[in-house]
């Protein structure tokens, strides 16, 4: 006989899935009203210029207006149609929103703030690594920077051990809300070319320094020692890649 679920016991719902051909018609208007090819104010084409524009019907048409409502994006007037919000209304964090707005003109702006947000929470997390490190998280993380020291000379492996080692630091500190919020910003971003940058093995290797007085800050217990040394590391990192057109590391 099954328990029965308690009034008060809370329940996950899980997001509703929407038909495909849906996704793909809010995909190219999320993109064209972050983009600007629909300004804040102005009116979506009608309905029927849709179904005909995607060659889909209208109740999908229907469906991705409604999506696209939920990221704050737009809001049906009566007699004006859908109209495209400002941007003060759209949610920042949804993914198709964030990678949109990194192919936007002042995309590299959007990636200055990444580089900021990162630098201050990641930053926070490493001295609260360095406070509640336990002779297994710390085990860990050794394992981790020595693998990515024999990954030196593959840059494109070293990168994903990388990733691998700056999410050991966050899941150590337990803040788990700044976890969240640098995983979903930069999910995004690292499908961005001038986020990303080109491969170098000069420049791993001076990731690799990096990680390692941040490895032996966070070993020493020292969080001031860590938190700078993250700063700086995401800091430096940043300022190499987006400065120049010479080979750089991909994101650390």
């Not at 009608?46 to 696209?68: G, H, I, K, N, Q």
Request: glycine content about 4%; aromatic content about 4%.
């Amino acid at each position: 006989m099954q328990d029965k679920v308690s009034s008060n016991s809370p329940v996950s719902v899980p997001p509703r899935r929407r038909p495909r051909l849906a996704v793909a018609v809010v995909e190219e208007l999320v993109n064209a009203i972050v983009t600007e090819v629909y300004p804040a104010g102005t009116a979506l084409p009608p309905e029927a210029m849709l179904c005909d524009r995607f060659e889909v019907s209208r109740t999908v048409v229907r469906e991705a207006t409604t999506a696209l409502t939920e990221k704050g994006l737009v809001v049906s007037r009566q007699g004006r149609g859908t109209i495209v919000c400002d941007q003060s209304n759209w949610n920042l964090l949804d993914p198709m929103i964030l990678a949109a707005l990194f192919r936007r003109n002042d995309g590299l702006a959007y990636l200055d703030n990444l580089s900021e947000i990162r630098a201050s929470l990641e930053g926070g997390m490493a001295a609260k690594a360095a406070r509640k490190a336990t002779p297994e998280n710390l085990s860990e993380l050794e394992a981790q920077i020595t693998k990515l020291e024999s990954l030196v000379e593959m840059p494109a492996a070293y990168v994903q051990e990388d990733v691998l080692f700056h999410d050991v630091i966050m899941r150590m500190s337990g803040d788990r809300l700044s976890k969240a919020i640098i995983d979903r910003v930069q999910s995004r971003a690292l499908n961005n070319h001038g986020y990303a940058g080109r491969l170098s093995v000069a420049h791993v290797r001076e990731t690799q320094e990096a990680h390692r007085r941040i490895y032996d800050a966070i070993a020493a217990r020292d969080p001031e020692l860590a938190a700078r040394a993250m700063k700086e590391h995401i800091e430096s990192s940043w300022a190499k890649r987006r400065a120049s057109d010479r080979p750089s590391a991909a994101p650390t």
